[in-house]
């Protein structure tokens, strides 16, 4: 299929439908077009709603300036002032555009939104009621006249002279190969998720979507695109076994953290790390305590957890028999992922989510705004639509030469067996050695040494993907991820070894440069493809501040 079209939009989660509409209100005449590898109803990270917009400043009740404070803390320092200005700046109209869609946002007596307080500094957390979220922006989308091509995963950005003009995929289901020229792309399509293992050892239980394997990072890096925060390898202590959230809507809500002990953790505001290093010293397993709360209390935590993100948490309580009212929580660390949303990496961009190639914008997880999370998803969806629909009122669109397309086909469909061969091993297989590699060798505790150990297994797995039995289209696009994911494994190894300090407490310690060193290292990592070398050159960048 070879298509055309004024803004392409890769992913269809957050950031890519807002932006999607957005085009269309921009310039009703423009040819927009959503590429998404899932369903565009549930696909991303919201699959159904989320009870909280995350980061919304209040004319008249806070400030972008208390929430740069705020965000400054959370991220040791690692945010440039422009992007998150921006984002809370136009956080309190982004509120008012959902809520014109019919979006809840509940009030108090005094008719005021109900706001809760996870940040160092000011309520910047709205609560939002929202089961039907996702189904909201499809049809919001679809009314806009907006294309959209499910079950496509995009596996390759054209780009020539520093411009990116189309990208290459296919479709997982079919295989009917896809070829899209563009005047202007944005790269919406998260993090990545399937990182580390979970402990669970299930490859697809993970706490982020896991549809997203970082194949944005990796399109936009060989394309020749810019990124920084590889270092910075987070998880989480979420539910035992479930990776769900539920920090924010219990501990909010009068909820304490336990350890093993039965004793009381104290919470520097809401901060993983103190849990984390609970656990690491041995004083775990750790709890969170629902039953000193009143019943309703209990009800409203309740409703909250078994409706609007994941309902089958229900049925995850009711299975093994547990009532919050007399039952604790355990609480277990989730795997390790890289993101711009709860995270610090991503693809670099300024306020205007321009990235370093021209007509190629990124917004949402897959963007480094950092701890951005729906609130930056969606304004900057909103900021990206108005650029690229200005930078493709003056751009031409350029054809897609037939031996490229020749090209990408042989490569991708070469991969696929017809029949079973002897000594092959399943994707399935592979995607586990790779990610349990990965929770060896990329994720914190970490030092020089046992980086090098990842270096020295990377290329080896990329060599050896010649030995995966592929079956159909679908198990072609799993291949395809592992290879996203080995991209990542090998940007987050050398930004980690580039930055000798440690930093944003355990996600990026190194048992070699135990300190944090602000007077030499608070500085970007940024990773660019190394044409001659292939592999990932490193550059030091200085933060941009106000002023800058
Ligand atoms: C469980 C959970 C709870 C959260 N709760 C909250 C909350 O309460 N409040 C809050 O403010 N934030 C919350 N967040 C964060 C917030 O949801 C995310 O930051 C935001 O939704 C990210 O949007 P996105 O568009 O960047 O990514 P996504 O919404 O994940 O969308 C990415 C899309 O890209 C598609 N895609 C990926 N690769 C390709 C490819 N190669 N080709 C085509 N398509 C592709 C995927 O299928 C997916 O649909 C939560 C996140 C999670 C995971």
């Not at 008249?60 to 690692?78: H, M, Q």
């Not at 037939?402 to 002897?422: G, R, V, W, Y």
């Amino acid at each position: 299929m070879n298509l055309e079209t004024d803004i392409l939009i890769i992913g269809g989660g957050s950031a890519g439908s807002l932006a999607a509409i957005v085009a269309k209100e921009q310039n009703p005449d423009a040819k927009v077009l959503v590429i998404e590898k899932g369903e565009i109803h549930r696909s991303g990270s919201i699959a159904m709603g989320m009870d909280a917009l995350n980061i919304v400043v209040q004319p008249g009740l806070s400030t972008p300036e208390l929430y740069l404070n705020s965000a400054r803390i959370a991220t040791d320092g690692v945010l440039d002032y422009k992007p998150s200005y921006v984002m809370a700046e136009r956080s309190y109209s982004i509120l008012k555009r959902l809520e014109g869609w019919g979006i809840r946002f509940p009030k108090d007596e005094q008719d005021k939104y109900i706001s809760l307080q996870v940040h160092a500094k000011g309520k910047f957390l709205l609560e939002m009621d929202s089961p039907d979220l996702k189904l909201v922006l499809a049809e919001k989308l679809k009314e806009a006249g907006v294309q959209v091509l499910n079950r496509t995963i995009i596996t390759k950005l054209l780009e020539s002279n520093g411009k990116v003009h189309g990208a290459l995929g296919f479709n997982l289901r079919t295989g009917e190969f896809v070829a899209c020229s563009a005047k202007a792309i944005i790269l919406a399509n998260g993090g990545c998720a399937r990182f580390s293992l979970p402990n669970s050892g299930y490859l697809y239980g993970t706490f982020d979507y896991p549809g997203n394997a970082g194949d944005g990072y990796s399109l936009a890096y060989r394309a020749g695109a810019q990124l920084t925060g590889f270092e910075y390898t987070s998880c989480s202590p979420l539910i035992k076994d479930l990776n769900c959230p539920l920090l924010y809507i219990t501990l909010t809500r009068g909820a304490k953290v336990i350890n093993a002990f039965g004793e009381e953790i104290k919470l520097e505001y809401l901060s993983t790390q103190t849990m984390l290093k609970e656990l690491r010293e041995g004083r775990g397993p750790i709890f969170i305590k629902l039953s000193h709360l009143p019943e309703e209390r209990i009800q409203e935590i309740e409703r909250i957890l078994f409706t609007t993100e994941r309902p089958i948490q229900k049925r995850f309580w009711e299975n093994r028999g547990i009532d919050f009212r007399e039952e604790l929580i355990e609480l277990g660390i989730t795997e390790y992922q890289l993101c711009g949303g709860h995270g610090l990496t991503g693809i670099v961009v300024n306020e205007k989510t321009e990235t370093t190639l021209k007509g190629l914008f990124a917004a949402g997880d897959v963007a480094c705004v950092p701890l951005q999370h729906l609130t930056g998803a969606f304004v900057f969806g909103e900021i990206a639509a108005e650029n690229a629909v200005a930078y493709a009122s003056k751009a031409q669109i350029k054809e897609i030469d037939k031996a490229t397309i020749e090209a990408e086909k042989e490569q991708l469909f070469s991969i696929l067996n017809d029949k079973e061969s002897d000594g092959k091993i399943s994707v399935k297989e592979f995607e586990y050695k790779v990610r349990r590699t990965i929770s060896d060798y990329v994720v914190p505790p970490k030092n020089e040494r046992k980086l090098l150990q990842a270096l020295w297994w990377i290329p080896r797995f990329r060599k050896e993907m010649k030995n995966i039995q592929v079956n159909d289209y679908h198990e072609l696009s799993r291949f395809k991820e592992i290879q996203f994911i080995l991209d990542c494994a090998e940007l987050s190894t050398h930004a980690s070894i580039e930055r000798k300090e440690s930093r944003w407490g355990w996600f990026h310690y190194r048992t070699d440069y135990p300190e944090k060193d602000d007077k030499n290292w608070l500085i970007h990592v940024v990773l660019e493809y190394g044409k001659k070398s292939g592999e990932p050159i490193t550059t030091l960048v200085p933060i941009k501040t106000k002023g800058d």
